[in-house]
């Protein structure tokens, strides 16, 4: 049975750095590419950023390129999203996704996890 766990969520000051977790289990953790989606209260969720099961591809949106890094540590079956100098635009519920080949589109994506609050005050 497969699980996904996001962790890492909160509330922090526009300017401020928070880093999100997705533990993984269940499935071969090095064959699947891993996405971070995110949701506004009454919005669409959108792509944030991938990253392949190789580690060669990393993408992200063009609203967090060059403040959010993916990361991912095979050992623990977990991927990461630090996320910097955030603002308050970056409120949301955000998504972790495994997928065995990941990319932009959600659809790509088998797994996902309950989703963790990120609050970006002003």
């Known amino acids: 049975q497969v699980h996904v766990v996001e962790s890492g969520g909160g509330m922090v000051q526009a300017g401020g750095s928070l880093r999100l977790s997705c533990a993984t289990s269940?499935?071969?953790?090095?064959?699947?590419?891993m996405g971070w989606f995110r949701q506004v209260g009454g919005g669409e969720r959108e792509f944030v950023a991938h990253?392949?099961?190789?580690?060669?591809?990393?993408e992200y949106s063009n609203s967090v390129q060059g403040r959010f890094t993916i990361s991912r540590d095979d050992a623990k079956s977990t991927v990461y999203l630090q996320m910097n100098n955030l603002v308050p635009e970056d409120t949301a519920i955000y998504y972790c996704?495994?997928?065995?080949?990941?990319?932009?589109?959600?659809?790509?994506?088998?797994?996902w996890g309950q989703g963790t609050q990120v609050t970006v005050s002003s």
């Open positions: 996704a495994a997928g065995m080949y990941g990319g932009r589109e959600q659809s790509s994506y088998n797994y």
């Open positions: 269940g499935l071969t953790f090095t064959l699947y590419a």
């Open positions: 990253i392949n099961w190789s580690e060669t591809v990393a």
